[in-house]
C-alpha cells in the first residue's frame, strides 16, 4: 500500500512542479504537503495510522498539489464548472478549505484516541471541531503573514478573488468539512483503529 501512496503522490508531485503558473505559489501552497509526507514516513513504524487516514491524507496532498501548480483561482475544471453553474469566481479554494476540516479531522480524531488523550465520545468530538477551527484560522494568519511580507507577490496564495467574506468562509468550509467527516467515517474509523490498536476501546 505503501509504495502505491509513494508513487502517487511522487508523479504529482512532479507533474504539479513542472512549469506551474506562480512558482512562489506553487513553493507555498505544496510546502505542506510535501512535510505531512515526511512527518508520515518518519512516523510509519512507530505510530503507523489506520488505511482510511493514509488515503485521506494522500487526496488532501492531491488537493494541494493541483492548487499549487495551476494557483486556487485558475484550476481549469473549476472555470469549467463556474460556467456551468454561474459562479462568479473559481471554488477551488473552497474545496481545499473543505478538506482542511474533512482530512485533519479524522488525523486528530485517530491521534486523541489511539493516545486515549479524551475518552471516546462526545467530547471528543468537541475537541476535534475545534482543533480544525483552530487550524484554519492559524493558516488564516499565516496567509495573512505572507501577504504583509510579499505585497503583491501573495495575491494568488490568498486568492481571494475580490471577495470581502473569503477568510470567514474558508473558515466555515473547513468547520463543514470536520462535521462531515465525523458523521460520515467515525464508524469506519472505528473499526480500522480497533484492528491498529486491539485493546483500544471506541465508541
Wanted: hydrophobic content about 50%; glycine content about 8%.
Amino acid at each position: 500500500m505503501m509504495y502505491a501512496w509513494t508513487a502517487i503522490f511522487a508523479a504529482v508531485l512532479t507533474w504539479s512542479g513542472i512549469q506551474p503558473t506562480d512558482r512562489m505559489t506553487w513553493v507555498l501552497e505544496v510546502l505542506p504537503a510535501v512535510i505531512g509526507a515526511v512527518a508520515l514516513a518518519v512516523t510509519r513504524n512507530r505510530f503507523p495510522l489506520t488505511p482510511l487516514l493514509y488515503g485521506l491524507i494522500l487526496i488532501h496532498c492531491i488537493i494541494l498539489m493541483v492548487g499549487g501548480h495551476y494557483t486556487y483561482a485558475q484550476v481549469p475544471l473549476f472555470d469549467w464548472l463556474g460556467d456551468a453553474f454561474g459562479w462568479e469566481r473559481n471554488n477551488y479554494d473552497k474545496l481545499g478549505h473543505f478538506a482542511q476540516g474533512f482530512v485533519p479531522a479524522m488525523i486528530a480524531r485517530e491521534i486523541v484516541v489511539r493516545r486515549e488523550v479524551i475518552r471516546p465520545g462526545a467530547w471528543t468530538s468537541f475537541f476535534v471541531v475545534c482543533f480544525c477551527l483552530a487550524l484554519s484560522a492559524f493558516y488564516e494568519l499565516i496567509e495573512w503573514w505572507v501577504a504583509l511580507a510579499s505585497g503583491q507577490g501573495a495575491e494568488a496564495f490568498l486568492g481571494t478573488q475580490g471577495y470581502v467574506w473569503d477568510t470567514q468562509s474558508d473558515m466555515l468550509w473547513c468547520l463543514s468539512g470536520a462535521i462531515i467527516a465525523l458523521l460520515i467515517l467515525s464508524r469506519v474509523h472505528d473499526r480500522q483503529m480497533q484492528r491498529q490498536t486491539p485493546d483500544l476501546t471506541t465508541g
